[in-house]
Structures are given as C-alpha cells and as structure tokens.
C-alpha cells in the first residue's frame, strides 16, 4: 500500500483540480476517501448554514432606525466633554485635599530647633511667665513702668 | 448573428442596453445577500457588515462609470467589498473599544440554520458541531486566507476570479488555500 495523499493533493481534489493518481489512491484507500468525504460534506454543511443565515437575516430587520455617522462623533464629544468635567473635578478636589491635609512645616525644622539652647531659652520664658503669675494681681495704683520693666527684662533674658 | 452583450449591461428593446449598475434597487436585490454574506463572514460584527454592505453598494453606483465591463458585475461588487473590509479592519486597531461581540455574527446561532431534514439527532449533533468548528477556525485565519476560504466555499467562485477580486496571482490564491484548510482540517483531526 502506497502513501496517503498529501495535503496538497487532497485540497487540490478538494478544489476541483482531478488527477488520475489521485483518483486511483483514493478508489484503493478508505482512509484518504473518508477523510475528504467527510471535509467535502463539513464545508457543504458549513455554506448551508451560512446561506440559511443570510438569507434568514435579510428577511428580519433587526435595525428599525439607521443611526447616522455623525452621530458617532456627537457621542465621542458628548464622551469626551464628560470625562474633562469628571477630570477637573476629581483634580480640583484631590489638590484641596493635599493643601489641607500638607502638614504644618514643623517637623523636620522643629527638630533641627529643638536643640539645647532653644530648649533652655524656652524653660527660661516659661520660668519668668511662672514668676509673673506668682507675683498676684498688680495694684490698681501700680506705675506702668513695672510693667514695662518686666517687659524689657523679658526680652533681655 | 446577434452581437453578445457585454457584461454589465442589460437589453432593451430596440437594441439599446442600459447598465446594470443604473438600477440600485435591482442590484442590491441580485447580490445584496451575496455580498452581506461575505462581509458579515470577514468581519464577524454584524451591525459593521451591515453598514459596509450599504457603502458597498453606494460606491458601485457612484463609480459606475468606470466600470469596464472586463468582469462580471457581481466579481466588481466583491473587489468593491473586499477592499471595504479590508479598510475596515485595519481601523479596528483604532477603534478595538467598538470590537464588542454584542453584535458578532454568533456561532451558535448559525447553527441552528442547518438544514432540518438530516437522518438522526445524532448527525445533527454532528454537523452543527463541524458548523461551530469551521466558524472558529475561521475566525483565526489571517484576513486573506479568511476572504479566499469565504468566497471560494461559501460563493463558489473559481480561483481566476478570486485572483482578480484579490488582486492576486492565481499561486498565492492557492497558497492561500492550502493554508485555509490545513487549519481547518488539523482542527477536525482533532475531532473526527
């Protein structure tokens, strides 16, 4: 028993080009002649289906409105106009939200003053301010001057 | 001796003819399923082979003047279409968000279109199921082996006519061809 066809020889059957050898094999070869039976009746099968389709499809008009080209550019705008508006919107309320929720320049500043002489300085102040509050209530008759004087020494210490 | 009429054309009496293309209403009722069939196939979105079997249809009568004659009129409603489907797919790389399958000619649905009058439930099966795979494969086909496939199996034009559409020679039509099928037929190895 010879070879089976080739493809070529088969789809060349297939599309109608007859050659004696090949007619020959495929008188002696089940294989080869089921093989393209069953491909000649699949694609037969397959053109049915596909003229019933079209023809099935022309009879039913499944669009009552043609709807115009332009109107696909009117809705890519109308598209386009929302998605801008939505943008600038999510923009304008992500940048509150970043000014409002930037930190107070404290920290890193803070700590580079948070050093030992400031930290003195401010004991200092609180000391004097605590001194102050100790001393009561000044007299009604008391001279401004005190009051300036402990100013003054204020900001000389 | 009666002189033969060229092709196109359509006698009137008296001896005068008038163009086929003149009529649109005729034409699209000759070949308007013809070439629906084939676009619908080549794209696979329907509303889409709906819409570039119309323009198809527009460009004929709009260009009918320079239509020849050196064909028939149905081989220049297919270049028209080919070339249509053609431009088509290569703006869907533009316009892929459109690609939905809402409107895709659906496979399973062309399987009910069998013919009922089969032997058996069972041949039924059978046949609905080749339908469905033919379908799939043709579907990864290459556009050109995909047009070839359609229009030789499905419209059963010869290969010179399929060259002339395509603007090919006859040797790549075939190679075309042999490719289409040995998809499908490895595919049905799989399964026969």
């Known amino acids: ?3 089976h066809l080739t493809h070529q020889e088969l789809t060349d059957h297939l599309l109608g080009t007859r050659s004696a050898t090949v007619e020959a094999h495929l008188a002696s070869c089940s294989a080869c002649s089921k093989e393209l039976y069953q491909f000649r009746e699949s694609l037969g099968t397959f053109r049915t ?3 019933n389709w079209s023809q099935a499809e022309r009879s039913v008009q499944r669009h009552a409105l043609p709807v115009p080209r332009s109107f696909d550019w009117l809705l890519v705008g109308a598209m386009a106009v929302v998605l801008l508006t939505f943008g600038l919107l999510f923009w304008g309320d992500r940048s509150d939200n970043s000014a409002q929720s930037q ?5 890193q500043h803070v700590t580079v003053e948070n050093s030992l002489a400031q930290i003195q300085e401010d004991n200092e102040l609180l000391s004097n301010i605590n001194q102050e509050l100790s001393e ?3 007299a009604p008759m008391q001279p401004l001057q005190v009051a300036d004087s402990g100013t003054t020494g204020k900001s000389s210490n | 001796m009666t002189t033969p009429i060229p092709a196109g054309l359509i006698a009137l009496a008296g001896g005068e003819h008038i163009s086929e293309l003149d009529d649109v209403a005729e034409l699209m009722r000759l070949y308007r399923a013809k070439i629906f069939r084939f676009v619908a196939f080549s794209v696979r979105d329907f509303d889409a082979a709906e819409s570039i ?3 198809c249809f527009l460009k004929a ?3 009918r003047h320079q239509f020849r004659g050196d064909c028939s009129v149905s081989t220049w ?3 028209i279409a080919f070339n249509l489907v053609r431009d088509h797919t290569k703006t869907l790389k533009f316009r892929f968000w459109k690609n939905i399958q809402a ?3 659906n496979v399973d649905e062309l399987g009910h279109y069998l013919s009922s009058n089969a032997s058996s439930p069972e041949a039924q099966f059978l046949a609905r199921e080749r339908v469905e795979l033919i379908q799939s494969t043709l579907d990864k086909l290459s556009e050109k082996q995909r047009s070839i496939f359609l229009m030789k199996f499905i419209e059963d034009l010869d290969l010179t006519e399929i060259g002339e559409i395509m603007d090919m020679p006859l040797q790549t039509v075939k190679t075309h061809l042999y490719r289409a099928v040995a998809a499908i037929r490895d595919r049905f190895g799989a399964t026969l």
Not at chain 1, 103 to 107: K, V, Y
């Open chain 1, 49 to 51: 289906a596909v003229h």
């Open chain 1, 1 to 3: 028993m010879n070879e």
């Open chain 2, 103 to 105: 409107t895709a000619v």
């Open chain 2, 77 to 79: 409603l297919m270049r």
């Open chain 2, 53 to 55: 079997t119309q323009d």
């Open chain 2, 61 to 63: 009568h709009n260009t």
């Open chain 1, 136 to 138: 009561g209530l000044p």
């Open chain 1, 103 to 107: 930190p107070t320049p404290t920290p």
